[in-house]
């Protein structure tokens, strides 16, 4: 798999985590995660709706910007070396008089 295809399934990963956090904070309600670590309360569907909204909505959309940055920048590295490799001369043999 490639980094880029990855990097797009964890967005829509983080996608899903922010609407399952806004449908969440919208109900106003707390239902306590099954799990003493409350990991599961950063897929949006347990927690506290003030630590949702203060603390969880904003820090995944922070990773997802950075994803999304992550992603432009291995776009315009392929896009730099398809030019790179445009540039180069084809099949000249250098150096044979």
Known sequence: M??????????????QHLAAAGD??????NVRGSSWLHLSDWEGKSGHPLWMKNHMIPS???ARAEKERALER???KSKEERLKQQ??????????A
């Not at 980094?3 to 829509?12: F, P």
């Not at 969440?24 to 309600?29: E, F, N, S």
């Open 60 to 62: 995944t959309k922070r």
């Open 74 to 76: 291995i776009n315009t």
């Open 24 to 29: 969440y904070v919208a109900r106003t309600v």
């Open 2 to 15: 490639n980094k880029g295809r990855k990097i797009k399934e964890q967005i829509e990963m983080l996608d």
């Open 87 to 96: 540039r180069r001369p084809k099949s000249k043999t250098w150096g044979t």
